[in-house]
């Protein structure tokens, strides 16, 4: 039996302010696509799907006004994050003591999992803590090129950064891999040769660098270029970025250096082809991770809604923590704090080519 009540799906966005070209696009865009998609599939529970969208203007406060408007006000039926850690951060607590969920993919700091929440989930393949699981385990495994039996860490010492480390701390000493130098990157202006040079002389088989794409000065370009100058090689380096063709405005000396990959345009596996095929037919051109990460939310917001037969918060959610969904962030489990039971994919950049190296089910190329 069909309805013609549309199933309302609430969230609120930076339309304007300074993620308005950036975060506000890109999950506009992947929620809209999922949007006509459902809706030209007949919907959701034999209902048309209607996104319910309100603008936060980049400001926390407003978004977590406009989570308790679609709440409160508008009664919509399921919840769908906005973007940004800090966004999500002031929508938590209003979703929560509503009794609902926050099905959300950019709110990826560890931290917001860690206050005991069960209205969130996070629909990335792993948050910032994780970002180096997949390249130390690729590091300490067969298929590396190279044997890594210790490591060198540098990273900027803002929130991004900081979580990077203490996931390099916590995953390295899991691993028994030992940490022969660690410093911060502070505030500009940074002495980033001398920084590189002490890291080169304790002698690591490779060089972690933890960053935040927030940052108005260049880390990645002038930690990279000291890290070569003092004698690296280019395939000792790992980066917490994900990549991006701007990566090459650095030329050749990107070419062999291992990127974290929440998704890159690149994945073969048909979920990813398909919606990036489908997102540059809608737009006009290839979207990126934040898009991407959107667009898993939608993907596994329409899983458990058709697996559970309705939108009730508490049975979804039981739903949420027993089953597995596929997206294009890749099969995802979620633990009981919602943070995903995934693999983060491993990039190196070669030549040109992006490739994806690990884990080996998604690889484009070996590493080299």
């Known amino acids: 039996m069909t309805s013609s009540k549309p199933l309302t799906v609430g969230v609120s966005l930076p339309l304007t302010g300074r993620f308005e070209k950036s975060a506000g696009v890109y999950y506009d865009r992947a929620y809209r696509l999922w949007e006509k998609q459902i809706n030209l599939d007949g919907g959701l529970l034999g209902r048309p799907v209607e996104l319910v969208v309100y603008d936060d203007e980049s400001e926390a406060a407003k978004t977590g006004e406009n989570y308790a408007r679609l709440i409160d006000g508008d009664h919509v039926d399921l919840l769908l994050g906005p973007c940004h850690s800090f966004l999500v951060e002031a929508a938590a ?69 900081n979580a990077v480390a203490e996931g390099v701390r916590h995953h390295a000493s899991a691993m028994g891999i030992p940490i022969t130098f660690e410093e911060g990157i502070g505030d500009p202006p940074v002495d980033y040769a001398g920084m590189m040079q002490r890291a080169f002389a304790t002698k690591p088989d490779a060089l972690l660098i933890g960053l935040d794409h927030v940052r108005t000065d260049k880390p990645m370009d002038e930690a990279v270029t000291a890290a070569l100058a003092a004698g690296f090689e280019r395939s000792q380096i790992w980066l917490s970025d994900n990549p991006s063709p701007k990566d090459r405005r650095m030329g050749d000396a990107m070419d062999g250096i291992y990127m974290r990959g929440s998704w890159v345009p690149e994945d073969q596996s048909p979920l990813s082809v398909a ?38 918060a508490a049975v979804m959610r039981q739903a949420l923590l027993r089953d597995s969904f596929d997206t294009v ?40």
């Open 93 to 161: 607590p209003i979703v929560e003591a509503a009794g609902k969920l926050l099905i959300q993919g950019s709110g990826s700091s560890h931290e917001l999992f860690r206050k005991g929440s069960r209205s969130l989930f996070l629909c990335w393949s792993g948050c910032d803590f994780d970002y180096p699981k997949s390249f130390l385990e690729f590091a300490t495994s067969d298929a590396s090129p190279r044997k890594v039996e210790s490591i060198a860490l540098v990273y900027t010492d803002w929130r991004i950064g």
């Open 275 to 312: 919606f990036r095929d489908a997102f540059k037919d809608e737009y006009g051109y290839v979207p990126e991770y934040h898009s991407a990460g959107g667009y898993a939310c939608c993907q596994v917001l329409s899983q458990v809604v058709a697996s559970t037969g309705g939108t009730d």
């Open 329 to 368: 962030m890749g099969e995802l489990r979620f633990a009981e704090s919602g943070l995903p039971d995934a693999t983060i994919q491993l990039c190196q950049w070669q030549g040109e080519s992006l490739e994806v190296v690990y884990p080996k089910n998604a690889r484009t190329k070996p590493a080299r």
